[in-house]
């Protein structure tokens, strides 16, 4: 995979990254892209843009990516590029780099269910149709050879994996992304923080110490620079921090380090509608605290180096100053915590309508989920992922 950054205002050449020889290419854009980025990218291409599909919905419905097999299939394009990220790099992964769809001749939702990681397909077929990702939110898929997608007759999200999965070319623009919502760009950045901080409190060793270093540079590049483009939108060198921190963040993830609870959680409130990275904002502080309540002194040592990352960041020790978080009693739920608040982020599940009569049902499906085995406290029992949503319920009864 190269990994290329064009100015903004870049015209595409005979010798451009940009120029593969296909011509024949499908891409997918945001549901309601910037306008201005679309027409340049339209305008390079030319006719070799056989057509545009604007929107996956959240979490990457099957439905939608079925839809996109057969256009891609019918139009017979040979090549798929993503302006966006999230759902959309995922789907995208689905359709053409896992074990799937047009390799596989899928073309219906039952299909899809004999191609997932749970279901160990036999012997599946690489599609080798290249992909091209422009990023413009930090949700970092564009380097994982994992894809998400929601099962929409079940809610339940499952997962597709293949070597063959990652993209042929990154495009990273900062100014691309300046017309992508604040809703968006800074939730998922939070979401590249929940990586490097799982990361580092995963009880799971593997990896070592290069993993901790890599995951150690991604916090420190992530969260200053989330602050600062908070402060100042059009900061393209924060921006461009952030999407250098987001590669440290998905190099740790690539190790196959497990993950915990809040990875595990999220995965299960996508389905019920809370956007990509608003799940870590959400859950990364109640999962942070939880652990240090009833986690042993190893487990409180890992989020102690944690918090010593972020203190020692001046940006951080800013916000911690001003909502009087003292060095003594503050943990590492309570200053990411923090940070996530100074971002305007939502903090409960009631700021993103998932109500009290849906934590049970959610406890259950969460308990599905392999990330809360590996948790730093195992969540083996459905009370336990209970204490954890209600203390973010939000609905005035929480102890958040």
Known sequence: ??????PSDVNPSPTSPLDFPSQK???????????????RLQKALGDKIVGVRQGIKSHTPRDDVVEIVNDVRAKGADILGTLCAGSLTDGA?????????????VSTLSEFSRLTAESK??????????????????????????????????????????????AQLVILDPALSTSTPERIWLPTGIRAVDHCVEGLCSLDRRAGLETDRVLTAGLKLLVPSLLLTKRKWEDEKARFDSMLGVIESMKGVSTG?????????????????VEHGETSCIML????????????????????????I???????????????????TADAGDVVGAIISELGMPRTLNDVGVGREKLDDLAVKCLKDAWL???????????????ILEAVVGDGKSHL
């Open 1 to 6: 995979m190269k990994l290329t950054s064009l």
């Open 25 to 39: 290419r499908v891409h997918i854009t945001s549901r309601t892209p910037s306008t201005d980025n679309l027409t």
């Open 93 to 105: 992964k689905i359709v053409l780099h896992v074990p799937t769809a047009l390799a596989n001749n």
């Open 121 to 166: 397909p036999q012997n599946p077929k690489s599609c080798l149709l290249p992909v091209i990702n422009i990023p413009t939110t930090l949700s970092g898929e564009e380097y994982s050879d994992l894809a998400g997608c929601t099962d929409t007759r079940t809610h339940h999200k499952v997962f597709f994996t293949h070597p063959s999965m990652l």
């Open 257 to 273: 380090l497990s993950m915990g609870g809040s990875h595990g959680i999220g995965y299960q409130l996508g389905p019920l509608g």
């Open 285 to 308: 502080p109640a999962v942070l605290k939880y652990n240090a309540r009833h986690g042993d002194d190893e487990i409180r040592a890992w989020e102690q180096k944690v918090l010593n």
């Open 310 to 328: 972020l203190r020692d960041q001046a940006t951080v020790a800013e916000v911690l100053k001003r909502k009087g978080l003292q060095k003594e």
């Open 373 to 387: 085995r590996t948790n730093p406290v195992p969540l083996l029992e459905k009370r336990q992922v209970l204490d």
